[in-house]
């Protein structure tokens, strides 16, 4: 089971502050678990774990597999947690370079025109061998309305209609049970579609068909990842004390001042993982002036950009290291006669020591500069570890959240946004 220590942070809180918020968050984990906390009717990611629904899971896989024989390249059209779960899988576990399967691209996560063009362009041209791309589009919106995403489907769809005469076929939706504009272009024109159940939120969808999809549709294997979460869930319905001590150790060290917290790997694959969980906890904690404000490092890479700051600039920073523990490569450092580059004391070493070594050496310089880190441990990277990891972290989200005094599940100053910029745009109300 994935671990979780707070031990490198806990002497820069009291026993006292540590008291003090445990029970605030002894007492939000009480409100979760009995639907009893504002934003209630959201607690649907606690149930589809409770419940897990093996049909759906076999019909999104059944379309994947079908997909997966016929497409090229597969369009995830969504934004904010509509596509970063589902990126945040595909990413940790795909390869780097060079990867055989079906080719995943994004839209619908901002309104960049270059992006776009280029976009259309790339599924209109060729493939080497002269012939035409098969392209799949799956529009991810609960709403129906998000106008990033709304935008770039209206583009894509267009083009796809245009490209093949089974356009309707390839074009899958997912999106609430009813209602909206998405629902009404389903009807009219049958696309497939898949439903966000209405008590799960955009950011605690990844196990919906939200993430599900396009993480199988990149090849891996949902049932392990769903199941790998459904196991978290039965383990922390029994025993969630880490799960609690990180949350209140969040919590005292927000009373002390602390406002940012960076979550930092030391393997480049998780870098969008460190995206979700940005997404997950900051649309969750930052309301009524309240909140840790959650930022992403990708070490070592971000020691030599965030390295100084982290050390020496305004304390008022922790950490969170999600960290790897077999992250096996079967590279080692190669040995250079006459040792030119000085380099030959690590001859032979295999990276993944190196670093882990930095990492370590990291926790220590930090730790000394007065950064509190916690170490979020995944035995290895695989579809079991991160699905506990997904729903470790949305249920520290919900607790420590709660343990504010804060509705997790509302996202008011989102829609702030979204006003000023539809009258700016001349929507029409
Ligand atoms: O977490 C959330 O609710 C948001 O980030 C949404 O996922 C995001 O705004 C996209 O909304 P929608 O799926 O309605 O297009």
């Known amino acids: 089971m994935i671990k979780s220590d707070i031990g490198y942070a806990r002497s820069f809180i009291s026993e006292e502050e540590y008291i003090k918020a445990r029970k605030k968050v002894d007492s939000a984990l009480e409100q979760l678990k009995t639907k009893s906390g504002p934003g209630s009717e959201w607690l649907g990611w606690r149930d589809i774990l409770a419940n897990p629904n093996d049909a759906e899971l076999d019909q999104i896989d059944s379309l994947a597999r079908a997909v997966r024989k016929d497409a ?27 990867n055989k399967g079906v080719e995943i691209v994004y839209a619908g996560h901002h309104m960049g025109g270059k992006y776009l063009e280029q976009l259309l362009d790339y599924l209109k041209a060729p493939k080497a061998d002269g012939t035409q791309k098969s392209v799949y589009l799956n529009v991810i919106s609960k709403s129906g309305t998000t106008l990033e995403t709304a935008l770039s489907f209206r583009l894509i769809r267009d083009l796809l209609e245009e490209m093949y005469e089974d356009a309707s076929k390839r074009i899958i939706c997912t999106t609430s049970k009813s209602g909206g504009v998405l629902n009404g272009l389903i009807e009219r024109n049958g696309y497939q579609k898949f439903v966000i159940p209405d008590d799960v939120g955009g950011r605690f969808s990844v196990l919906t068909p939200v993430g599900l999809l396009p993480i199988a549709v990149a090849g891996i294997d949902i049932k392990t990842l769903f199941y790998g979460a459904v196991s978290a869930y039965n383990y922390f319905e029994e025993d969630c004390e880490q799960v609690l001590e990180y949350a209140a150790l969040r919590n005292a060290l927000h009373e002390k001042g602390i406002t940012i917290d960076i979550f930092s790997c030391f393997e480049p694959e998780l870098a969008s993982l460190g995206g979700w969980i940005q997404q997950l906890l900051g649309e969750s904690e930052g309301k009524e002036g309240k909140g840790i404000f959650p930022s992403v490092a990708s070490f070592s890479t971000d020691l030599h950009s965030l390295g100084q700051f982290i ?6 920073i922790m950490e969170t290291f999600i960290i790897i523990e077999d992250a096996f490569s079967h590279i080692k450092v190669n040995h250079a006669e006459g040792n030119e580059d000085g380099l030959n004391y690590l001859s ?69 946004y979204k006003k000023a910029m539809y009258r700016l745009l001349g929507k029409e109300s």
């Open 72 to 98: 090229d390249v597969f369009v995830v059209c969504g934004i904010g947690g509509s596509y970063l779960g589902a990126k945040a899988v595909i990413d940790a576990l795909s390869p780097h370079f060079g």
């Open 311 to 316: 050390q020496q600039g305004t304390r008022s």
């Open 348 to 416: 032979g070493k295999p990276f993944h020591e190196i670093n882990t070594k930095a990492r370590i050496g990291t926790t220590e310089a930090h730790g000394e500069g007065g950064v509190p880190i916690v170490n979020i441990t995944l035995q290895a990277l695989n579809e079991q570890n991160i699905g506990e990891l997904i729903y470790f972290f949305e249920l520290m989200t919900g607790v420590f959240v709660y343990s504010l005094g804060v509705n997790p599940f509302n996202q008011p100053g989102v829609e702030d």
